[in-house]
């Protein structure tokens, strides 16, 4: 009897202890779906509306401009505010500013 009841405690353990691991291995495959998830919504790079390349598009955007034009608005966008300022106006408002500049 005694011997049976040893056999029986080992088996509970090795469930228990089994039961457990698989308990940790779910809860690390959970916490890794929920990274994943929080990823998903993520881009590598964030987007930034006033980048330069944003404002390069809203400029190419606008129609024929001179070259001098469009290399005095691209020295101007190195200024975030700048950069800012040009993507927040009306496409009115854009071409006046560049036949300011010239």
Same mark, same amino acid.
């Given at each position: 009897?005694?011997?049976?009841?040893?056999?029986?405690?080992?088996?509970?353990?090795?469930?228990?202890?089994?039961?457990?691991?698989? =308990?940790?291995?779910?809860? !690390?495959?959970?916490?890794?779906?929920? $990274?994943?998830?929080?990823?998903?919504?993520? @881009? &590598?790079?964030?987007?930034?509306?006033?980048?330069?390349?944003?404002?390069?598009?809203? =400029?190419?955007?606008?129609? !024929?401009?001179?070259?001098?034009?469009? $290399?005095?608005?691209?020295?101007?966008?190195? @200024? &975030?505010?700048?950069?800012?300022?040009?993507?927040?106006?009306?496409?009115?408002?854009?071409?006046?500013?560049?036949?300011?500049?010239?």
């Amino acid at each position: 009897m005694t011997m049976r009841r040893y056999q029986f405690t080992n088996a509970i353990r090795a469930f228990s202890k089994c039961s457990k691991l698989r =308990l940790e291995a779910r809860l !690390a495959m959970m916490k890794e779906k929920e $990274r994943c998830k929080q990823q998903e919504g993520k @881009s &590598a790079i964030p987007y930034d509306e006033f980048s330069l390349p944003n404002c390069v598009i809203a =400029l190419n955007n606008l129609g !024929a401009i001179d070259d001098n034009t469009y $290399r005095l608005a691209v020295d101007r966008f190195v @200024s &975030a505010d700048w950069r800012e300022i040009f993507v927040s106006m009306s496409n009115a408002r854009k071409k006046a500013w560049l036949d300011h500049l010239k």
